[in-house]
């Protein structure tokens, strides 16, 4: 859940021909523009290539995603443990599935694997005081957050 450094940045962008810089590339270059806003475009890239790649592969046009690219910035420790539960659990709380641990499409069940993987595991794990301070989080919170009856909407 972390960026690139600034160094990775600036090399990467370094080594796009100048022809081929986007303007908000060469105003990162140029300190116009901070780190964040920097990391922002280049997601809004990412996506906007994604969308477009996606409709030519499937004949289609339109917007891919309902809502558009934005940051939340957090505000304190307890605030990023949630946002953490949330992004495991958020299959549960649309209703795709009935179990986010066995939900495919999350890194919940990666960071609890023994596999290799380029996740951050044991600085996630860490967060919550190791994997079953991690599990009884997402238990405890995604109860309270998704599956009570009087679950936030």
Known sequence: MKTVSEESLLHFLRGIPLIDRKSHQKKYLKKE????????????????SYAMSYNKRFNRSGALFLNPFRRVKVEDEQHFTQIIVYQHANALKHGISTDFANYLWSSYRSLLSEKPTILKRDEVLGWFGGRQGFVAAHCEMSEYYYSHPNAIE
């Open 33 to 48: 523009i901070s780190f964040e806003e920097a990391v922002e475009f280049q997601m809004k890239d990412f996506f906007i």
